[in-house]
Each structure stands twice: as C-alpha cells, then as structure tokens.
C-alpha cells in the first residue's frame, strides 16, 4: 500500500466544499514541497 493518499472522494453541504476544497488545495501543495525537500541532501539544504 502506498504512504501518499492518490484518491479520495466525499460529498459536503454546499456551505462547506468551496472552504473543504482550498483547504484539501493548500494541503497537496504542502505535501508537494515537503516531499521536494526530503529528497534533497542535507548538504544541500
């Protein structure tokens, strides 16, 4: 099984997915960047 999440799917109120989607947005580009500076050498950093 992998360690990174590829598919989810849930159904919010109207009031809530616009809010629940920036958030799920801001998460995968933090999940991006940090799997971006696990790969780069400590020497490097």
Not at 21 to 40: N, P, T
Request: no cysteine; net charge negative; hydrophobic share 50%.
């Amino acid at each position: 099984m992998s360690d990174t999440l590829l598919h989810v799917e849930y159904d919010f109120v109207d009031d809530t997915r616009v809010t629940v989607w920036a958030i799920l947005d801001h998460l995968a580009v933090w999940g991006k960047i940090l799997q971006a500076r696990a790969k780069v050498p400590p020497s490097q950093a």
